[in-house]
């Protein structure tokens, strides 16, 4: 017996950081927004726990207990007194380390999926819980759509969305490690006064709205000093994608990742084709939000 799931990618619409708490963690005005690129975990009863993985960046995913997948299927069997014998296999299409949350997407996925294969009857809240306990933004890739997330991301609102946004991502030559961008933020508001992060009434609006150029106008992330400090090169994919008449460019969550929104489908594919031929990264993809959180596709 076994379970798909597929899980979405997210963009950060606003990402506003406070300063590093005792935990070192980080307090976060996070509006997350889905987008329809989509890794797809099957989950099958095993001898064993273990993890494989497909995709062009297949080899870059860690197949040990480290991966979020894996953590999530031992949670939920710690939690319902269970051993976590399945085989994990994700179909990964989401960037690897590229700030699009795609290990937090295998985590949510991996949960969702032995959920219903062990028929465990958790609610929502409690799959939450343990989403919150594997990540930041894990639960976020359990909701979908969209919603601000506060604490440290992991404390979700959801958000109204009046509209679909379309996305061009282009995708880096290598990945940037989360904790490595939060450290570098750090470093480089040492000894300033950083204020409390809020959520952006004009994204909100925006969003709300479905209005593609006054949230072009309003996005915002704070990681992206930081991302642009360790990865230079970042600067000159923003640049070009703008010249191709993006609507804005920004850095998604701690990169290295970068975003562009477009008005429509037409002006996205444009922008997409400029991109890849640009020399400024490695590969470029299309996708609107919002879209769907984690769901069962296939399975009992
Ligand atoms: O929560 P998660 O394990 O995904 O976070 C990965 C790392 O990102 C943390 O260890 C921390 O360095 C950084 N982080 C942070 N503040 C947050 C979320 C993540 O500093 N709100």
């Avoid at 000159?236 to 993006?246: E, H, K, P, Q, V």
Wanted: glycine residues 10%; contains cysteine.
């Amino acid at each position: 017996m076994s379970v798909t799931v597929r899980v979405p990618a997210k963009v950060n619409v606003q990402l506003a950081v406070g300063a590093a708490r005792p935990d070192g963690y980080h307090d976060l005005a996070n509006v997350f927004l889905a987008v329809g690129l989509y890794d797809e975990v099957t989950v099958t009863e095993s001898d064993e726990l273990r993890v494989t993985c497909e995709g062009p960046d297949a080899d870059q995913v860690p197949l040990d207990r480290t991966n979020l997948a894996a953590r999530a299927a031992e949670a939920l069997a710690a939690r319902y007194g269970r051993t976590p014998d399945v085989h994990i296999h994700i179909a990964k299409d989401i960037p690897v380390a590229g700030g699009m949350a795609g290990g937090s997407a295998d985590g949510a996925g991996a949960l969702l999926a032995c959920d219903a294969l062990w028929g465990t009857g958790a609610s929502r809240a409690e799959l939450l819980e343990i989403c919150a306990e594997l990540g930041s933004d894990v639960p976020f890739s359990l909701i979908g759509g969209a919603a601000l997330g506060t604490g440290r991301g992991e404390q979700l609102t959801v958000l109204d969305v009046g509209g679909t946004f379309h996305w061009v991502f282009a995708l880096a030559d290598r990945g940037l490690s989360t904790p490595a961008v939060f450290r570098e933020f750090d470093r480089l508001v040492e000894g300033t006064d950083v204020p409390e992060p809020v959520a952006s009434r004009d994204v909100l609006q925006a969003l709300a709205k479905g209005d593609p150029d006054a949230l072009a106008a309003a996005v915002s992330n704070d990681l992206q000093p930081a991302a642009l400090s360790l990865f230079p090169t970042l600067a000159d994919t923003l640049t070009a994608g703008r010249a191709a008449g993006a609507l804005t460019a920004l850095v998604s969550g701690s990169g290295p990742t970068t975003a562009f929104l477009a008005r429509d489908p037409e002006s996205a594919a444009k922008v997409a084709e400029t991109l890849r031929t640009s020399g400024t990264c490695r590969t470029v993809r299309t996708a609107s939000g919002p879209a769907p959180g984690a769901t069962v596709t296939t399975g009992r």
